[in-house]
């Protein structure tokens, strides 16, 4: 996505190149946005039913709050020309807005360029699923924007340092996806594993396969107009790095895809078990790899990148297990690791591009050499050290202030329970929550009929029931007729009671006293 303002080459070399051109932006941004549908049902599909509306939730607060912060601080940082503008950020067009004869374009490229920086953020989502405060979480989608927008300043902007290197990176495996996938690991690894997830005690199986295989569909059809888009128009040649752009990264998806069958094929030991996740993973591994190049290779080039990057995805997940990473939906391979090998390809299956001029140099199987590799290694390790350090930087920042993981309790009922009210459990799945409350030497959080009863609210009953005991127990009477004896029975606003030596006055019947205590008054308040 070699977005350039003022060069004279280059995909989207200058503001408004063609209204035809916005247009294509702006068709091919919203598809991308239907991709936050797509990771919402990928992720609520490999989630335990307990957290699924919660996973959807969260894929709607990075819309609401990493767009929110794209639009004051994010597209500036990355896209601003304003002077003060160098090799590491952008300067100006906060608050993002435009009166001048260019602004059709300005908003085109903006609304394409917070599709992106959006995904980056939801990408996040699935490695910090079942386990992470919904608040907390809020705060994570507002600042993570701080995280991609200097990278994609890097590669994409004219004053970029990879930029003016010649780095390759057309629709953001290392701005996007490798972003979101370190963001993901940093973020696994301080959250820790999810209760029982290594003991043997918790169920890792899909909650909804099939809400897993949807969201894989709407991220292949996001996936077009991500790579497809990159080019940033269809004038001049563009049109055709559009086409070429469609045809590799189904070519490559394709490769990941049966990389995900063959192996499941051969490593599930029931034989004939074709695992869902090894599918769904070997595409969206695949999809990832070619992000980098896909307007720049052919198509069996597509199909060997896709089937290496589905290969990873699907064999990362074994490798960080052994080291006891909890990543619930294999953000780590998908992201991280394919995106890498995205990278890496370029340097190694380039061409020079004499369509738009995108490249000059040749890869190294195609005799470049190693500068054009060395390039792309540079880039890859400069954004993996970026996103490390300050994805750390923003998760300790928001678990010293508002904590960042949730109770064991919370955990164990589920979010879905919790945070948002919905009660969809069945009865025995509620056996089991009374059964691991019990361990905890907790008392039941359901009522009688079931219903979920906060601990707070718990609390505050037990608190006001000494009161109510003693408002039932022990009053005068603020009214009464005649002084009574200890022995003496009288009924006051229908209540049964008796005197005693005090004048006090000894309720028999609590729920009578709770529709006649305005003639009452407890001594004890």
């Known amino acids: 996505m070699k977005d350039q303002n003022t060069s004279s080459v280059g995909i989207g070399a200058s503001f408004g190149n063609s209204w035809d ?4 932006i702006l068709t091919s941004s919203f598809v991308i946005f239907t991709m936050q549908s797509g990771f919402g049902l990928l992720e609520s599909g490999m989630v335990s039913r307990k957290n699924e509306v919660n996973i959807m939730v969260k894929n709607s607060v990075d819309v609401i709050f990493g767009g929110l912060s794209y639009w004051i601080f994010g597209y500036g940082f ?19 807005d435009s009166e001048s004869e260019d602004n059709g374009w300005i908003f085109a490229k903006f609304v394409f360029q917070a599709s992106f920086a959006t995904t980056a953020t939801t990408i996040v989502s699935g490695a910090m699923a079942e386990r992470t405060k919904l608040e907390s979480y809020c705060m994570i989608s507002l600042f993570n924007t701080l995280i991609y927008c200097f990278p994609a300043h890097w590669v994409w902007a004219e004053e970029g340092i990879f930029f003016k290197m010649g780095a390759i990176d057309i629709a953001g495996a290392g701005a996007v996806h490798l972003v979101g996938g370190i ?20 169920d ?28 940033f128009g269809i004038s001049g040649g563009k049109w055709k790095l559009a086409t070429r752009a469609a045809v590799t990264t189904l070519t490559a998806s394709i490769g990941g895809g049966i990389t995900g069958i063959a192996s499941s094929r051969i490593v599930k030991p029931q034989g004939r078990k074709f695992d869902i996740s090894y599918l769904t993973n070997g595409v969206l591994g695949g999809l990832v790899s070619i992000t980098s190049l896909c307007a720049l290779c052919r198509p069996w080039e597509g199909l060997v990148i896709g089937s290496v990057g589905g290969l990873l995805a ?7 297990e052994k080291l006891k990473v909890d990543d619930p939906v294999g953000v780590i391979g998908v992201h991280a690791v394919a995106a890498t090998w995205g990278l890496l390809s370029a340097g190694l299956f380039a061409e020079p591009d004499e369509i738009e001029l995108l490249n000059s140099r040749n ?33 300790l920042i928001v678990d010293k202030t508002i904590g960042l993981r949730c109770s064991v309790e919370h955990e164990i009922l589920g979010a879905d329970i919790v945070e948002h009210g919905i009660n969809s459990m069945s009865e025995e799945e509620r056996e089991v929550v009374i059964q691991q409350f019990a361990q905890l030497g907790h008392p039941s959080p359901f009522d009688k009929l079931g219903n979920y009863v906060p601990h707070d609210q718990k609390l505050a009953v037990s608190l006001a029931r000494p009161a109510q005991r003693r408002r039932s127990t022990l009053f005068t009477i ?20 008796n005197g005693d030596s005090k004048n006090m006055l000894v309720v028999h019947d609590m729920a009578d006293e709770k529709r006649g205590v305005d003639n009452l008054a407890c001594p004890t308040d």
């Open 478 to 497: 603020t009214r009464s007729p005649t002084k009574l004896q200890p022995s003496t029975e009288v009924t006051i606003n229908g209540h049964r009671a």
């Open 21 to 24: 051109d916005a247009t294509w």
């Open 204 to 231: 890792i199986q899909m909650s909804n396969p099939t809400n897993a295989l949807l969201g894989m569909f709407m991220l292949w059809w996001g996936w077009l107009g991500f790579n497809c888009g990159s080019t």
């Open 183 to 202: 963001t993901g690991l940093v973020a696994t690894l301080m959250l820790k594993p999810r209760r029982g997830r290594f003991d043997g005690t918790m």
């Open 363 to 395: 890869g190294l199987f195609y005799g470049g050499g190693f500068e054009l590799l060395w390039v792309q290694m540079l880039l890859a390790a400069v954004v993996i050290l970026w996103t490390a350090v300050s994805a750390f930087l923003l998760m």
């Open 314 to 320: 699907i064999s990362c997940p074994w490798f960080i």
């Open 78 to 96: 990355s896209f601003g020309t304003d002077p003060g503008t160098n090799w590491f950020c952008g300067i100006g067009m906060f608050f993002t």
